[in-house]
């Protein structure tokens, strides 16, 4: 139920009465893939971070590029 609801045990133990005001089903493909990465050795975790941080940066540069070429 606090997976469903994006909130934590102790928040609905502890309920203060604040309905969440949206609730997202996550993408169960993408949330599995999370788990089996979380159950690998801590080398290859790390690795994975590595790759997805780098793709990150590349993107972000890529974007901040485009966009300040077109303002040229």
Same mark, same amino acid.
């Given at each position: 139920?606090? /997976? =469903?609801? !994006?909130?934590?045990?102790?928040? #609905? ?7 969440? &005001?949206e +609730? +997202? #089903?996550k993408d *169960?493909?993408?949330?599995?893939? =999370?788990?089996?990465? !979380?159950e690998?050795? /801590? %080398? %290859? &975790?790390q690795t994975?971070?590595k #790759? #997805? %941080? *780098?793709?990150?940066?590349? *993107?972000?540069? *890529? %974007?901040?590029?485009? &966009?300040?070429?077109?303002? =040229?």
């Amino acid at each position: 139920m606090a /997976e =469903l609801f !994006s909130m934590t045990t102790d928040q #609905i133990i502890n309920y203060n009465g604040k309905l969440p &005001k949206e +609730v +997202v #089903i996550k993408d *169960k493909a993408a949330n599995e893939q =999370l788990r089996l990465i !979380s159950e690998l050795d /801590e %080398d %290859d &975790k790390q690795t994975i971070f590595k #790759i #997805i %941080d *780098k793709m990150l940066t590349n *993107k972000k540069f *890529k %974007d901040f590029f485009n &966009k300040n070429v077109n303002m =040229l």
